[in-house]
């Protein structure tokens, strides 16, 4: 949508539930603004404007005015003087005063200089040409800082000229103030305005914003569960405090008391960075707020490695590429010096001494910024990867899950995982995530099919070797976990679970408040709280008493019911590994470890540290690391805005989608409906948009749902252009249009926006799809009766006859301790290296009958080795799984380009009768010792 369609589409439909936030209704207000003034200007006779075209502009000042009143610029008072000068006539001067806004705004000029919001001369136009050619480069950092006070408007102007008295040429930053009268404005104001890195919460302010526009009380509804009425008046301050910690953590909050400060502050906790008596000391204000901006600005890291690649070194140890000496002095790749700029080598170093760090032994700035990370994504330890979440999930299993340890696992995790339970040697139970047949795609695993499976293990005394449960959310595809629920039932069924989430796609959803209730290291803190409360312990009390009863072997009952953990019992233990790289800035392969385990240090510090030996090269890459430190600060201080918008943008190219009758006829944006089957709805919620009501508040889907979809992957059925996600993906979208797109499934594309993604983009994309519309219809009117035939059977191919999605069949008896048991584990390490012998292996043909024929004889088919189709990306064979007819079907039906450890010229690699004919586990035994001979 272009800014003049979103105008007038307000204009139109009057309708603020048009908007999916009050950041776009400010945009295309001020736009519309602009359209109008521009008009009145030109109206002529001079001075004469239609009364239409005054009232337009009136509207839009109503509408912008309480807007503005939580942004320091342009801010109310610049509504106030528009409206003076739009009601006394002066179309002239009102028509320069909006142009100028909305220049500092789109330009985002205001953040560099003051912007006068009257008439001015050239004076103003040349300094901002000037400022054009250069001057950001220069500018000092700008931020907000809001200030929570119900005071007057003269004693707000000498506050705000107050603390700009006390800027000084020294001060890495600039900030403007903004003052909000009301416990709610303050809660509207840092959940609307990004530019606030700090609020000062003073005292004496009402609960209750003046404020009713829809759009921004909206906003009131990401607090949850918290009821403001039933705060005392004496305890705003403190409360504020709490929630704003809550929802937005990285902000510095600072509280001014008229109460003793001594007690405030020993009951304000870490939800403030300092509380100061009802003072009027402007200069320890501003000291302080440029100190706690300047804590997340700084990188301890990527500022060392600048500094050490200013330094004259000699190298003399293997790494010519080191100051770019090898590419400079060379008569034939010069060219890569041009392209990259010589910083890059300059920076290229595997000096651990000299300012710098070893990432395996960190004691400097390594260590510092794994510190600012682990604070930054409130985590207790952090650690940095220069080799993506693939190391990460290796480095975690491996350091958790020991020989004959039972772990459980999506399915359809990343392959990392299975190959690190390969190397761990712990047994594996392998989960079914719920199909979605209609996609050929998987959702994720249902928490009644975990409980389910840790019952069963605990009946079968197994319970005490089940180490860790390890799932991914977000999935590829979007669906999200309820993390809490989880992991609380879990821990109700096994106290001292080891969780491992996979996070690769979701390091951003720290930074939006409905996101990151769903994170691991969110949830890890809650839980913790939680637990050691006096409110859980009456709880558990309760549940204590109305379970007594219970038939403690009536499964039935204790899977449809929620489970609580015993406090005095239960660790929280979690893990989350994220590809930093994927979803934040940092250079490829950047990833991150982050840790919150009650018992890290008695137990998992010396292992993890071994763990982590193993697997990370000992030339780590430093520009990688400094990326992660840099993306870090990055998230810390715009976190919020940027992924704001990367969702906004993903919630503009839903509606688009959904609404635009040409595309529609082809493609469908999948919903939440149709991605999350009805029973893991409890909301209700089936679309974040539709066209009847619009917007729908998410917030309400993320706090409760057993499964809900990340808005920012854009699922994009494409059946019915006939082309199936692969040929869509490669021939259409990439060589046609280069748009690159990440995964498809037989009848999907996935898209994804990410923090880079700007309107524009969206908008390309749109247009892109509009044309292969276009084209589609085209192709179809000229086609000959046959031709049509043929395009509506590779429809239906591909929209109805689509092959079932198989489950897990089950480990063969060969590879599991317990045959005869009913639990499923099976120990994968011991087929994979089985696979090594050549002579325990042969191969059955998938087309030439071979397969069929020894399936029709009964035998038990093994697969030898993962065998993973792209799509869908994960293995539908494990080694040592049995192969299964509905394995084989899918297989048959897959017509991708992909699928690894498969070599259709030879068939299917199978274990031989003979060698599965041993005794179980005998046959892991005999591979350890051949390769011990
Ligand atoms: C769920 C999941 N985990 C882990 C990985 C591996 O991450 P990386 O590419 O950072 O090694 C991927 C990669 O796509 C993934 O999808």
């Known amino acids: 949508m272009d800014k003049a369609e979103g105008a007038s589409r307000l204009a139109n439909s009057g309708s603020l539930g048009d908007y999916y936030n009050a950041s776009q209704l400010r945009a295309d207000t001020w736009t519309r603004l602009k359209s109008v003034a521009v008009r009145l200007a030109n109206a002529e006779p001079r001075g004469a404007a239609p009364d239409p075209l005054r009232q337009e502009a009136a509207r839009a000042i109503d509408l912008l005015t309480p807007i503005e009143s939580y942004w320091a610029f342009p801010g109310h008072d610049a509504c106030s003087q528009l409206r003076r000068l739009l009601d006394k006539g002066e179309f002239i001067d009102f028509g320069c005063a909006v142009e100028r806004i909305v220049r500092a705004l789109m330009s985002n000029s205001y953040r560099r200089r003051s912007v006068p919001i009257g008439l001015q001369g050239d004076a103003d136009d040349e300094e901002e040409a000037l400022e054009a050619k250069d001057g950001h480069l220069h500018a000092r950092p700008y931020f907000e800082v809001l200030i929570v006070d119900s005071m007057s408007s003269h004693y707000e102007h000498q506050l705000r000229l107050g603390l700009r008295d006390m800027r000084r040429p020294e001060d890495p930053f600039v900030y403007e103030t903004v003052v909000v009268p009301s416990f709610e404005d303050a809660l509207i104001g840092v959940l609307f305005n990004h530019n606030v890195q700090a609020v000062v919460v003073r005292y004496g302010f009402p609960l209750r914003s003046r404020h009713k526009l829809e759009i921004l009380q909206r906003h009131l509804s990401r607090i949850g569960d918290c009821d403001l009425g039933e705060i005392p008046p004496d305890e705003y301050g403190i409360a504020l405090s709490k929630l704003i910690r809550k929802l937005r953590p990285e902000l510095d909050v600072y509280l001014v008391t008229d109460q003793s400060v001594e007690e405030v502050a020993g009951r304000v906790g870490d939800s403030c960075r300092r509380v100061f008596y009802n003072q009027e000391d402007y200069m320890e204000l501003h000291l302080n707020i440029l100190r706690g901006v300047n804590r997340r600005y700084e990188s301890p890291f990527f500022t060392a490695l600048k500094a050490y690649s200013k330094q004259p070194t000699g190298v003399f140890h293997a790494m010519p590429i080191s100051r770019g000496k090898s590419i400079s002095k060379s008569h034939w790749i010069r060219d890569m010096g041009d392209f990259y700029g010589m910083n890059i080598f300059l920076a290229e170093t595997s000096a651990t001494s000299g300012g710098l760090d070893s990432l395996l032994e960190p004691q400097g700035p390594i260590k510092k910024a794994q510190e600012l990370a682990a604070r930054a994504f409130g985590a207790r330890q952090t650690f940095f990867a220069t080799n993506g979440t693939s190391t990460c999930n290796k480095i975690v299993v491996q350091a958790l899950a020991r020989p004959g340890d039972i772990v459980l696992v999506d399915r359809d995790c990343h392959k990392s995982h299975h190959y690190g339970l390969v190397l761990s040697g712990a047994e594996v139970v392998y989960l079914d995530s719920y199909p979605l047949p209609d996609y050929s795609m998987y959702g994720a695993v249902p928490l009644k099919e975990i409980k389910r499976r840790l019952i069963q293990l605990k009946r079968a005394g197994k319970l005490d070797r089940v180490k860790m449960l390890l799932l991914t959310n977000c999935t590829f595809d979007g669906i999200v976990y309820n993390v809490e629920r989880v992991m609380e039932e879990c821990l109700a069924i096994k106290p001292d679970l080891v969780f491992l989430w996979d996070e690769a796609w979701f390091a951003f959803a720290r930074f939006a408040p409905t996101y990151r209730q769903r994170t691991a290291m969110h949830c890890a803190e809650m839980l913790r709280e939680r637990y050691r409360s006096a409110a859980y312990r009456e709880r558990y009390a309760a549940y204590r008493a109305?379970?007594?009863?219970?038939?403690?072997?009536?499964?039935?009952?204790?899977?449809?019911?929620?489970?609580?953990?015993?406090?005095?019992?239960?660790?929280?233990?979690?893990?989350?590994?994220?590809?930093?790289?994927?979803?934040?800035?940092?250079?490829?392969?950047g990833s991150m470890i982050h840790i919150h385990d009650q018992d890290y240090k008695a137990k998992v510090e010396e292992p993890f540290h071994e763990a982590y030996m193993t697997h990370t090269s000992t030339s780590p890459n430093y520009q990688i690391l400094a990326s992660l430190d840099v993306g870090r600060r990055q998230v810390e201080l715009e976190g919020f805005e940027l992924v704001q918008k990367q969702v906004e943008m993903a919630m503009v190219l839903r509606e688009r989608v959904t609404t635009h009758p040409l595309l529609s006829k082809y493609f469908k944006m999948l919903s939440v409906g149709d991605l999350v089957p009805e029973e893991y709805r409890q909301s209700g919620i089936q679309s974040y948009y539709d066209e009847d009501h619009g917007w729908t508040d998410i917030w309400e889907a993320w706090a409760h749902d057993e499964f809900t979809l990340d808005a920012t992957r854009l699922t994009l059925s494409v059946g019915r252009t006939g082309l199936d996600g692969d040929t869509f993906k490669t021939d259409v979208l990439m060589d046609k249009y280069g748009i690159q797109i990440n995964k498809t499934s037989r009848n999907t594309v996935l898209f994804m926006t990410n923090i880079g993604t700007t309107r524009s983009s969206t908008a390309y994309l749109i247009e892109v799809l509009v044309r292969i519309a276009e084209e589609l219809d085209e192709r179809f009117e000229d086609a000959s009766p046959p031709e049509?035939?043929?395009?509506?059977?590779?429809?239906?191919?591909?929209?109805?006859?689509?092959?079932?999605?198989?489950?897990?069949?089950?480990?063969?008896?060969?590879f599991r301790r317990d045959p005869t048991g009913d639990t499923p584990e099976g120990d994968l390490r011991a087929a994979y290296f089985l696979s090594y012998d050549d002579a325990a292996c042969e191969y059955l043909g998938l087309l030439d009958g071979g397969l069929d024929a020894a399936l029709d004889a009964g035998r038990d088919v093994v697969s030898t080795s993962f065998i993973i189709p792209y799509p869908p990306g994960f293995p539908i064979l494990v080694p040592g799984q049995v192969v299964s007819r509905e394995i084989v079907d899918f297989m048959r039906a897959l017509d991708v380009r992909e699928i690894h450890g498969y070599r259709p010229e030879l068939g299917l690699r199978v274990f031989t009768e003979a060698a599965l004919g041993a005794e179980p586990l005998a046959v892991g035994l005999r591979t350890e010792k051949s390769a011990a001979e």
């Open 788 to 814: 049509r035939r043929i395009q509506e059977r590779r429809v239906r191919t591909l929209t109805e006859d689509l092959p079932p999605l198989p489950d897990f069949s089950r480990f063969h008896d060969a």
């Open 546 to 589: 109305e379970t007594e009863d219970l038939d403690p072997e009536d499964d039935a009952t204790w899977l449809a019911r929620s489970l609580m953990p015993d406090p005095d019992r239960v660790r929280v233990r979690v893990y989350a590994t994220q590809s930093t790289h994927k979803t934040l800035t940092a250079l490829r392969q």
